[in-house]
């Protein structure tokens, strides 16, 4: 049904809660501490937080503020927990940080339980909704949208850190015949097949999405081009090597790959100039007679 943080200082409060909770389905995780709670994020997902105020050291307030500072933990529905009952300023303020609701001691189980799980079931719609922005329909894979995205956020990280940046390219070769001769339903299939073979085929850290038609980009943080052009080939190989035989028989496809690199020497490079290099490196692939891997050679002065 969901995980619960729960965070207190009061050992019989973290236990009652517990129980209520476990009772009644749900999985749990306690924190006696506001610091505790906060290394216990960093580890692990959440569905709701059930957060007491008040707290020595760091209060209730102040994990709040935290947890809605991270772009990690800033959805994570907030339930404060409080003894000052009908204190409008309290309210207001734990509201203002980011809480989403409130509940008073002595707390009673069914409360606690009803306004948990409207939580939690407010995250999972909240949770379909960011997924369904982000992913393509047909491959689910990631859209164009998040990739341009994430390629700007990869792009800050390696550009402060130092470290290189690949960005791969990569298009099905002559994909229209297949559309004109097999139809658009197994054109679909192909590229679902596909988004299979990707899905698979890189690192964990590496992002990798349709970034329209029959054309897919993958972002590769910390790999120069001797490691691009490793992925690629491998990649190039399994796409070739693919069985399409239940979408038609003796079905073929193979695909071209383009290579471009952020280094560290050249960190006025813009994702603009990755994208551009690297739909260059690709046409040349195309011009070498597809099937084939080429990486972008050009480094800004």
């Known amino acids: 049904m969901g995980r619960v943080l729960i965070v207190d200082d009061n050992e019989d409060n973290l ?4 129980e209520y909770l476990e009772d009644n389905g749900f999985e749990t995780a306690l924190a006696s501490s506001g610091q505790q709670a906060l290394s216990y994020l960093e580890e692990h997902d959440v569905d709701v937080i059930v957060l007491d105020v008040q707290m020595p050291g760091m209060d209730g307030f102040e994990v709040c503020r935290k947890v809605k500072a991270q772009e990690n933990t800033r959805d994570i529905p907030v339930i404060f ?3 000052k009952f009908q204190d409008v300023d309290h309210v207001a303020t734990g509201l203002y940080l980011g809480a989403n609701d409130y509940l008073y001691k002595p707390v009673a189980e069914k409360e606690l339980v009803a306004r948990v799980s409207v939580m939690v079931r407010l995250k999972a719609a909240e949770d379909e909704v960011k997924r369904i922005s982000v992913t393509d329909d047909l491959t689910g894979l990631f859209n164009r949208r998040f990739l341009r995205k994430r390629l700007d956020e990869e792009l800050s990280r390696a550009r402060r ?3 290189p940046l690949s960005l791969l390219m990569m298009d099905l070769d002559r994909f229209k015949i297949i559309n004109d001769a097999l139809g658009h339903p197994a054109g679909d299939e192909v590229l679902k097949a596909i988004a299979g073979v990707l899905q698979s085929g890189f690192r964990q850290g590496d992002v990798v999405g349709r970034w329209g038609g029959e054309e897919f980009m993958a972002l590769l943080p910390n790999s120069d081009a001797a490691g691009a052009q490793i992925s690629a080939e491998r990649l190039r190989k399994a796409v070739e090597e693919l069985d399409l ?3 038609a028989p003796n079905l073929q496809v193979t695909a071209s790959f383009g290579i471009a690199v952020f280094q560290s020497s050249n960190p006025e490079t813009d994702a603009s100039d990755l994208i551009s290099w690297a739909d260059g490196a690709l046409y040349a692939a195309k011009e070498a007679g597809r099937n ?10």
Request: glycine share 4%.
């Open 81 to 83: 927990v409080t003894a």
């Open 245 to 247: 035989s239940a979408i």
């Open 15 to 18: 236990m009652l809660f517990q």
């Open 161 to 163: 850190a130092g470290f």
């Open 292 to 301: 084939t891997v080429r990486a972008h050679s050009y480094i800004k002065p």
